[in-house]
Each structure stands twice: as structure tokens, then as C-alpha cells.
């Protein structure tokens, strides 16, 4: 008849009987050569607004892409043009077809799904941070020991931005030691947040201050010999999202990261300054460039903020397709999370 509602019951199941891949209705593009086959773990609103948009420009062959619910994957899925979605992260990554894995899910998950993907032979790029611990790091240094292992990268876009870029062409031209000072204007975040959490975000230092540490780094050219952090103490607010971080080079460079939660979001949020010899450039927002005492340049400007994401996934993709190395060093990788894991410990 007219039912005003309709109830439909079905048997138990276990978990992974429930976990379902289905075949979307898309047109299949057909990929020659070494072009990577794209598992993606992971369809939120980052990964929907800035990794899926920058990967279709690579025409990497898009295979699967898994969520936990099913619904974002389809969606997703159907919008970008992948073959499949699907909810089960496992069986993407083991698939035969699948070669290069994307990871692009809560911070607690990322250690675990690498490790997963490495064991399978596949390459990976995971969304920062790396992992939460460094138990968890050294399981995945282990496991990329041999001669053969797959590419890491993470999703340390800062250094791909092409004014990043010009920093540090213009750099090179020195051997004297950099002074760096790295201004972010963070914002605040509620403390019940999960990026808040040390089990499930890391903290806000592992969680996204990792990004700043990598590119002094990057940077700096340079190992990182000593680091140092204070942190405002505030009664009111006792996140440990007020910090100074101290960091020195080997070459003999240093650097001071100030995040700050307690500012104006009016105000710029990423502003680097660099002095050396004589000389300093400016970068606000990755927008804008500007230099003092730079024979033959004096600024240049962007029509739109560039912080590399695009550059980034397209550097990886390139890598897989051409058959070079990784475009971050792994040891570089493996230093950035440790010492990022380290200061957020000593605020914890």
C-alpha cells in the first residue's frame, strides 16, 4: 500500500562480512607505463578540497577510495572519477592492482595503514603527522631498511610552494649560517577537540607544527643538532598550543617557530623571516616574498596563496612514473617526526 515507513531487518554479521567495495558507474581511463593505481584512505573534507583535486591533475589511474561509512566514498568516488569505493582500507591496499596508497585519515590511524601498505610493497604518501610516537616511528623505519622498500613521503607541503622554492634558490647563494623565524598565528581550538587529544590528534605540535620544523629544515640544508621549547603558561587556557621552539642547525643556522593560539585571526597566520649576510627576505602567507640586499630582487607576489599542496602530490606521482627516489629524503622524514614527537612530549 502507502506505508508511512518501512523497516528492514538482516541477520549478523561479523565486521568484515559488512565491509563492502562497490564498482562505480565511471568511465575507466586506460594508463600505460609505471603511472601509479591510487588506493585512497581516507574521504573527508581535507582530502575532498585539496589531495583528490591535486591528485586527478596527475592522472595517476584512480583505483579505489575507502571511508569508514561508505557514503563519502561513493560520493567522492563518482565526483573524481575512481573505480571503486569501498569500506575496507585493508583490502584496498593489498589489492593486486593497487600500487601507491594515500592516506588521509585521523592522525592515530596513519602509522598503522603505512606500516600496512609498506608490508603490501606499496608506495605511500600519508597527510602529516607520520605517526604518534616514537615506538611507532621506529616500527616504520624498520620496516624501510631494505634496499628494495617503497617511497614514504609526507604530506610536508610547505617545502613544494614555489615562493619556498625561490627562498631557497636565493639561499644557495650563501654558505653563511641563517637566522629563521617562523611566525604562526594559529588560532585557538577548543580543548575537547581530537586534534587536542595526545591518543587520537597527537597534539598540536605533532599535528600540524610539524609542518614548520620541515620546512627551517628544508631550508636550512642542514641536520637539526638541538632543540629547545618553552611554553606560555596561561591558567585559563593550559593547551599546549603557546610555544616557542628553539632549533639548531650543524651548519651552524638556527631557528625560532613561535605557535600561538592566543592571537587575532586577522593577522597573518604563516610569516617567515630570514636574515643572513647581510640580507633578509619575508614570506607572509606564501603569497607574498619580499627581499632586502638581494642583488637583482626585490619581492615577488602570487595571485593566489600557493602552500605547495598540489606541487607535492605531483612530485610523488612523478617520482613513481619516472622511477626516481622519494622527493623528501626519508632521513629527512624520520628527523622531522622525531623531533616534532620529542617537543611534544616535553610539553605533555
Not at 606541487?311 to 623528501?328: N, Y
Request: a neutral charge; aromatic letters at 6%; glycine letters at 10%.
Amino acid at each position: 500500500g502507502s506505508p508511512l515507513g518501512i523497516v528492514l531487518s538482516y541477520p549478523e554479521a561479523s565486521e568484515s562480512a559488512t565491509k563492502r567495495t562497490v564498482s562505480l558507474e565511471i568511465d575507466r581511463r586506460t594508463h600505460g607505463g609505471s603511472t601509479p593505481a591510487v588506493a585512497v584512505i581516507g574521504a573527508g573534507n581535507y582530502a575532498s578540497q585539496v589531495l583528490l583535486p591535486a591528485l586527478k591533475q596527475t592522472n595517476a589511474q584512480l583505483h579505489t577510495i575507502v571511508s569508514s561509512g561508505g557514503l563519502n566514498s561513493v560520493q567522492r568516488g563518482r565526483r573524481f572519477g575512481f573505480a571503486n569505493a569501498s569500506t575496507d582500507a585493508r583490502a584496498a591496499i593489498i589489492h593486486n592492482d593497487v600500487t601507491t596508497v594515500i592516506i588521509a585519515t585521523r592522525h592515530d590511524s596513519h602509522a598503522e595503514l603505512v606500516l600496512r601498505a609498506i608490508e603490501a610493497g606499496k608506495d605511500v604518501f600519508v597527510e602529516k603527522p607520520l605517526c604518534l610516537s616514537s615506538d611507532e616511528l621506529e616500527q616504520i623505519q624498520a620496516s624501510l631498511a631494505g634496499d628494495e622498500s617503497p617511497r614514504l613521503v609526507v604530506g610536508f607541503n610547505r617545502r613544494f610552494s614555489p615562493l619556498t622554492r625561490q627562498v631557497q634558490e636565493l639561499l644557495a647563494s650563501t654558505t653563511s649560517p641563517k637566522s629563521f623565524i617562523m611566525t604562526v598565528n594559529a588560532g585557538k581550538i577548543p580543548a575537547e577537540h581530537w586534534t587536542q587529544d595526545p591518543s587520537v590528534g597527537g597534539g598540536r605540535i605533532v599535528g600540524e607544527g610539524c609542518h614548520f620544523i620541515d620546512l627551517l629544515r628544508f631550508l636550512a640544508g642542514a641536520p637539526i643538532s638541538k632543540w629547545s621549547v618553552s611554553q606560555l603558561r596561561d591558567s585559563a587556557d593550559a593547551n599546549p598550543d603557546k610555544v616557542s621552539i628553539g632549533l639548531e642547525f650543524e651548519d651552524g643556522s638556527q631557528g625560532t617557530i613561535h605557535y600561538l593560539a592566543n592571537g587575532h585571526r586577522s593577522f597573518p597566520k604563516e610569516r617567515l623571516e630570514v636574515f643572513c649576510a647581510g640580507k633578509v627576505l619575508q614570506l607572509d602567507n606564501f603569497r607574498r616574498l619580499k627581499g632586502w640586499g638581494w642583488k637583482g630582487f626585490s619581492g615577488m607576489r602570487l595571485w593566489r596563496q600557493d602552500k605547495g599542496q598540489e606541487a607535492c602530490v605531483a612530485a610523488f606521482v612523478d617520482a613513481i612514473r619516472e622511477g626516481r627516489e622519494s622527493p623528501i629524503p626519508l632521513e629527512e622524514i624520520v628527523e622531522v617526526s622525531r623531533v616534532s614527537i620529542e617537543i611534544q612530549g616535553a610539553l605533555s
